[in-house]
């Protein structure tokens, strides 16, 4: 059984302070992988390491091999079915996101952005700034211990109200 990741959730990772693999809480997250953690024993944040350095990661058993199709030489220059038609959503979905930021941080004072913080509760509309992400607008509460927040670059799921 595997457990599902959640940002505020709890994860094993090697601690850079202390120097093993320890218990972790889980801060940020993109996707569905944790990108930064909080050690439950020193306290410091750092990017989730899965293993200690050096280790090497544990081998995946192998798919049973199937038979494989070559392209055709006329097939394997265009694209297959829809991708090309969602891969010109995805990129409006991009230029929509970065509109919305645009109209969104334009124009602003430093002093109307709150610096983010684990321990901070936000409401949609915030204005945030993020010391590695930058300038960004929560646009949705996931729970109470999970904010998504809109970044230049991409949103990103972050934990609040967690100290």
Known sequence: MTKSLNTGGEIDSFCTKCKILLNHRI???VGNLPVRVECSTCGSHHNYRPRAPGEKAPKAAKAPSTVTR????SSASRPVGGVRAAAVRAEEERLGRVK???????????AEFRPYGVGEIFAEGDLVRHTKFGDGIVTRILDSRKVEILFQA???TLAQGLE
Request: no cysteine; charged share 30%.
């Open 154 to 156: 991409e949103p990103k």
């Open 70 to 73: 070559t392209a055709s030489k």
């Open 27 to 29: 801060i940020a997250m």
């Open 100 to 110: 919305l930021w645009e109209k969104s941080v334009s124009g602003k004072t430093p």
